[in-house]
């Protein structure tokens, strides 16, 4: 199993702009986890002082959130995890 590094993953998010997205990540205990969602969905942004907080503190620790569509919420991984994104 072959993982993407952190570049292409942040190249990848980037190009992907507000397209519907699958992400496929392993998890903390070890197993995959796939995702489909929206890096940026229009509809779902959070503006507030403490979500712009939240969204710097997920970054300084390499997280990537991503807005699944199946639970309409929020989730995150790791950028040094992803194994793909479609």
Known sequence: ????????????????????????????????????????PSSHIVGSERGQMQGEAMAARGQIPVYELSTKRWKSFYANKVVEIK
């Open 1 to 40: 199993m072959n993982i993407m590094t952190t570049e292409q993953v942040k190249c990848m998010v980037a190009g992907k702009g507000t397209k519907i997205s699958t992400v496929t990540f392993i998890k903390a205990d070890g197993s995959l986890r796939t995702i489909n969602g929206l890096f940026r």
